[in-house]
């Protein structure tokens, strides 16, 4: 017998009673988003998979905790416990979270009327994840936190337990080496 597509109402209300076809769908419907998710900020793909793992594990304990407001806010909820999930994996890390001041030089920083305009250019999504695959793992994370998912440098410093001024640093090296490297791959390609 073919199962019908839960809403999400129903989908946290199966999840509440521990009914294992709700959990299958809910992790069938956002694995995928969610170890992407992961990998963005992590970038290796074996942790990025235990992390996303860790997230649907600590969404089921506490799925009691969800309050449905519109379609589309459980992924929103998920969502956001991946997100501390993988924090504090970075927070536990703490080579990762070192960055002295001394390694901050004024010129790498870039200007503030460094202009991105320009003829837009397709860039594969492929060459995107190998260049972000690049940046050390707190270029990464603050990156993808300034310019993926809209946090502060106040943000940014708190979750990753650094200075607003490292935050500032880290996104305008990891912005450099970013555009360096679109820039040579769009050379190579003659673009």
């Known amino acids: 017998m073919r199962r019908t597509f839960l809403s999400e109402k129903e989908l946290v209300q199966g999840c509440i009673r521990r009914d294992r076809d709700a959990q299958q769908e809910l992790y069938v ?4 988003r969610l170890y ?5 900020y992590i970038g290796d793909s074996d942790e ?7 997230s649907m594990i600590k969404a089921m304990d506490s799925i009691r905790s969800f309050r449905n407001e519109a379609d589309g806010s459980l992924y929103s909820w ?5 997100v501390n999930v993988v924090f504090d994996r970075l927070r536990q890390n703490s080579r990762f979270m070192e960055v ?3 390694q901050v030089s004024d010129n790498e920083m870039p200007d503030a009327s460094d202009s991105d305009a320009g ?14 695959a690049t940046l050390s793992p707190v270029r990464r994370a603050v990156f993808n936190m300034y310019y993926i998912d ?6 940014i410093a708190r979750a990753l337990n650094i200075t607003e001024g490292g935050s500032t640093s880290i996104l305008a090296k990891a912005r450099a ?9 769009l050379k190579a390609t003659g673009q």
Do not use: N, W
């Not at 003829?119 to 972000?132: C, N, T």
């Open 177 to 185: 080496s970013v555009r360096k490297a679109i820039t040579d791959y």
């Open 78 to 82: 998920l969502r956001k416990i991946t």
């Open 150 to 155: 809209g946090f502060s440098h106040k943000e």
């Open 119 to 132: 003829p837009e250019r397709e860039i594969p999504d492929d060459v995107l994840k190998q260049i972000m």
């Open 100 to 102: 002295p001041l001394e």
């Open 48 to 54: 990025s998979r235990d992390l996303m793992h860790d």
């Open 29 to 32: 419907r956002f694995a995928a």
């Open 36 to 40: 992407s998710l992961c990998l963005r």
